[in-house]
């Protein structure tokens, strides 16, 4: 009897082990369904206590393209204190080549009736951009009376180099230079920072001299003020999957910081010749380095960058572009390195 006992007891008690065991092993494989204002900042949170994990996730599961970009649907892992993200229907092109051409073209039109445009606040005025091969419309060279300081409601003249492209109602911006941009890796110049002062629209064309009427003022405006072409103050962004894989680097900031984070604005060297424009996403990064301990044991060894954080392209030039920092992890500085986010 005694014997009996304990054999049922040993049973009871691997039966019970065994579940604990599979209660451990789904809790740790737990499969979690993203939802829409989901990020992965927050989900790093809220599954694994740490929400600065975030940037692991970037670099194990290529697919994503941005935290602000995961979907209503897809599937997160959480597997022994990491996530894992799981490819998005993963039978997709299976279920496409057995499908009937009707069927293809019905989930074709779901598709873009569910689709939503994903918008990135952009606040601010008066970014400017860096002058490279840009040459200005005209020039501001007079106003209706003696003051020093120009601002908002005031008309002032005009010479425009190509007077034949002036119409009554054409906006232009107002841009002064400030200092040369050196690029940080060459130390040679790249170009010179154009501040935007603000914009006026045309009035009236009298001879050679156009009169315009100061719309807005971000900053104390003076004769000498360089007209060029007027972009309006974006207040929203929309992301748009960007073309080129080629890289770049910050090359200066707004306001002459030295360090940046979220909601900064930042300018880099590559632009519309690059293939880039507005809405773009790239990610920010700097080289790892090996600590001396480490190169002594294993001799030198490249690591993988460290991701600092994510920005969006508000404006391109030519060669440059201004963007604002979305998503920040570490602190950003000029010479770091970026890569427009292309899948």
């Given at each position: ?43 790093s949170k809220k599954f694994i206590d740490d929400p600065y994990y975030w940037p692991n996730i970037w670099a194990k599961n ?282």
């Amino acid at each position: 009897m005694t014997r009996t006992f304990f054999r049922w007891l040993s049973l009871l008690m691997l039966l019970l082990i065994l579940s604990g065991a599979s209660l451990a092993i789904a809790a740790e494989n737990q499969i979690y369904t993203i939802k829409k204002g989901d990020t992965l900042w927050d989900l790093s949170k809220k599954f694994i206590d740490d929400p600065y994990y975030w940037p692991n996730i970037w670099a194990k599961n290529p697919e994503i393209t941005n935290p602000h970009l995961i979907f209503p649907g897809q599937k997160v892992q959480i597997l022994d204190g990491r996530l894992k993200i799981i490819p998005a229907y993963p039978e997709a092109d299976k279920q496409a080549s057995t499908e009937t051409d009707d069927q293809k073209t019905d989930l074709s039109t779901m598709e873009t009736e569910t689709e939503e445009l994903i918008t990135i606040k952009a606040a601010g005025s008066g970014d400017g951009f860096i002058l490279t091969d840009e040459v200005p419309l005209g020039v501001l060279v007079d106003s209706v009376d003696n003051r020093l300081l120009l601002t908002k409601d005031d008309l002032v003249f005009l010479k425009m180099k190509d007077l034949s492209s002036v119409t009554i109602g054409d906006t232009y911006g107002l841009f002064e230079r400030g200092e040369q941009v050196k690029h940080p890796h060459t130390n040679e110049v790249f170009g010179t920072m154009m501040n935007n002062l603000g914009f006026l629209q045309v009035t009236e064309i009298n001879g050679d001299t156009v009169v315009a009427k100061i719309g807005s003022a971000f900053r104390e405006i003076q004769r000498g003020a360089e007209v060029f072409e007027y972009v309006p103050q974006r207040n929203e962004i929309v992301l748009q999957r960007g073309t080129t894989d080629k890289g770049g680097y910050i090359i200066a900031a707004r306001d002459k910081k030295e360090t940046f984070s979220t909601n900064d604005i930042i300018y880099v060297d590559l632009g519309s010749d690059d293939g880039l424009v507005s809405g773009n996403l790239f990610y920010i990064a700097r080289p790892r380095k090996a600590s001396d301990e480490v190169i002594k044991k294993a001799g030198p060894i490249q690591l993988p960058d460290a991701v600092l954080g994510a920005a969006i392209i508000i404006e391109t030039k030519a060669k440059t572009a201004s963007a604002i920092i979305i998503k920040s992890v570490n602190a950003t500085f000029i010479g770091d390195k970026v890569s427009i986010v292309t899948n």
